[in-house]
């Protein structure tokens, strides 16, 4: 399936021409070698661009179309009309002379054979560019030497003659490709496993590149290394025939969606990427949006892109219309309901790519379970805070040691969260732990972390009281839930004793809210006493407040219908933290401010 939608991908993106045909290849390109018409080195081009990334400026290579480069992993293999230093110079910065000879004779090989008797111009400077070099002088060239410590550190290297690269000409191209024909007759056929075709079997499939924690020389999603993984005396990628225009093909539309920056997110160890069957931007604008809270692109009247946030507002109408099953106008295009849409999550394994998870449904229904997701984190947020969307990202970093230099995130999280924001599915318990080890450990209770607690009672608790108690925005004044009115009773007993001792160094939050959420009978009736000593004290020198705490105190206490529990479950924590939650906010919310159930 994930092959399938990729191959896809690729026809839809191939009819667009954003992608390259079968053979060809997008590379990064650093340099291009100017080459005169007798093959002499008149120039270097640099192709590199300056970009400003999280406040570096940096040289950007160029990315073009070039001939489908060779996976390398030992001896010699040349590439062709782009390649490195080391091919097309015999040049390298690692002092193996021998070595760099050697490239630069395979080079020289493949260009004359492929070149060799064409009768074009630019075919002719290339090959008399590799008749008269000398890879010893090189060093020495007064062309190159300006450029030649940038060059050596790596990179591709092109070629440009009369004004134009040398594989923008339609008769070099035609070669190129002539060689690849040949090179498929010659190829295992057989049924490809994707397409259901007969042709050409792929021996290895091209390089995965991008993916976050792998090799810069790129990894494999399909491969087979070792006797143990062949069957019927098959080897390689033989033992899972993938034809080689669906293994071209997947592969091309897997690192185009990996290189685009604004629609692949890194959730965990995991690589996200995303795509609709028609290939429009709109409907993965509007996913990284309401996934990972991201901004959006229109195009504005004069025809350049526009960075554009997403509102809130914007975002939950989207989700809310598409979820009904409504078409949604993104302002250049109109969403459906019914496309198909794939998300697909890959993380490292070694020289491999890894399937961490991959979901495929109509846009709608992911819309639909996305938006039930945020209306079970919706939780009054401080007044403070422009933007209360918690994204998934967000959850996965409140399970993090924020005093940790990594605060790396449980790998194994992404994949359940993933599944229950966009399947439905119930939330992954490791989730929840993790939250309430944070809480645990941070003792308090932030906005992202009471959204996330709630969000999990709703979904994955069975216990209704626990689900009527914790479900509203602000305060529950109507619950009567023992673990949730502790809760609540705790943020109360902490703000008597703040107002009697302001600035006091220890507080009662300090010392006992963790053995409270655990086991209220040990903490409480200690807490309770000291609340009549503070009690006096705000009797004394704040009267009037001591008169609004102490009717609240008793709404409180009236409620509560059995003695305080010897301890608490996992669930009941929750609960306990929610209640804390909702009533601490209560206490900071400004006077002004409109009722959050009413905001919603």
């Known amino acids: 399936m994930i092959l399938k939608a990729l191959c896809g991908h690729y026809e839809t993106l191939l009819q667009r021409g954003e992608v390259a045909r079968p053979g060809w290849s997008p590379v990064k390109v650093g340099f291009a070698l100017m080459l005169g018409s007798e093959g002499e080195l008149r120039g270097v081009m640099p192709l590199k661009t300056e970009v400003v990334l999280e406040g570096r400026t940096t040289a950007k290579p160029a990315q073009l179309t070039v001939p489908e480069q060779a996976r390398r992993t030992a001896g010699v293999q040349a590439n062709f009309l782009c390649d490195s230093p080391a091919y097309f110079l015999g040049l390298t910065s690692k002092g193996n002379d021998t070595r760099a000879l050697e490239c630069f004779v395979a080079s020289r090989a493949l260009h004359q054979e492929l070149l060799g008797g064409l009768i074009n111009d630019r075919a002719q400077a290339i090959c008399s560019f590799f008749e008269r070099w000398e890879p010893g002088k090189g060093t020495d060239d007064p062309v190159l030497k300006p ?23 339609w008769e070099i191209a035609a070669r190129w490709d002539e060689r690849c024909e040949d090179a498929d007759q010659n190829a295992v056929s057989g049924r490809c496993l994707v397409t259901g075709q007969w042709g050409p079997i792929a021996r290895t499939h091209p390089a995965i ?15 087979f290394n070792g006797a143990a993984f062949c069957s019927y005396g098959k080897e390689q990628s033989f033992n899972a025939p993938v034809g080689k225009r669906a293994a071209f093909g997947y592969v091309t539309a897997l690192n185009h969606l990996i290189s685009d920056g604004e629609h692949v997110q890194h959730i965990g160890d995991s690589t ?75 993380s490292p394994s070694a020289a491999r790519v890894s399937v961490r998870f991959f979901f495929e449904d109509h846009f709608g229904c992911f819309m639909k379970n996305a938006w039930e997701h945020y209306e079970r984190l919706q939780i009054d947020r401080p007044f403070y805070m422009k933007r209360g969307l918690v994204t998934v990202r967000r959850l996965l970093y409140e399970t993090a040691n924020k005093d940790s230099l990594k605060k790396e995130v449980n790998p194994n999280l992404s994949q359940g969260l993933m599944s229950a924001v966009l399947n439905g599915t119930p939330y992954p318990q490791a989730l929840y732990s993790a939250i309430l080890l944070r809480i645990r450990a941070e003792r308090k209770v ?57 600035g006091i160094n220890t507080t009662v939050k300090d ?30 020198e704040k009267p009037g407040l001591a008169v609004g705490l102490k009717k609240e105190l008793g709404e409180v206490m009236g409620k509560m219908e059995e003695n305080f529990p010897k301890i608490l479950t996992q ?11 909702h009533q601490t906010q209560k206490r900071f919310m400004p006077k002004n401010k409109p009722n959050a159930e009413e905001d919603k």
């Open 511 to 540: 010392r006992y809210f963790i053995a409270a959420a655990t086991a209220p009978l040990s903490v409480f009736p200690k807490l309770l006493q000291l609340q009549n000593s503070h009690m006096k004290v705000l009797e004394r």
């Open 147 to 169: 450029y030649l410590s940038e060059i050596l550190r790596g990179g591709n290297l092109v070629f440009r003659v009369g004004g134009a690269f040398a594989q923008d000409d």
């Open 571 to 581: 669930e009941e924590k929750g609960a306990f933290y929610i209640g804390y939650y």
């Open 272 to 346: 996200v990427v995303y795509w609709s069957e028609t290939g429009r931007r709109g409907y993965s604008d509007l996913f990284a949006g309401a996934i990972q809270g991201k901004e959006f692109f229109v195009r504005s009247s004069n025809g350049r892109e526009v960075k554009i946030p997403f509102s809130e507002e914007t975002l939950k109408r989207a989700m809310s219309e598409l979820g009904r099953g409504q078409p949604y106008d993104l302002g250049r295009e109109v969403l459906l309901p019914e496309t198909r849409f794939y998300v697909l999550g890959l």
């Open 446 to 502: 932030p906005y992202e972390k009471a959204s996330a607690v709630k969000a999990f009672l709703l979904k994955n608790s069975t216990n209704e009281a626990v689900k009527e108690a914790v479900h509203t925005m602000a305060v529950n004044e109507e619950s009567n839930y023992l673990p949730y009115l502790l809760g609540r009773l705790f943020s109360m007993l902490e703000h008597i004793q703040q107002a009697a001792l302001p």
């Open 209 to 223: 590149k991008g993916v976050w924690g792998t090799q810069s020389s790129g990894a494999s999603l399909v491969s």
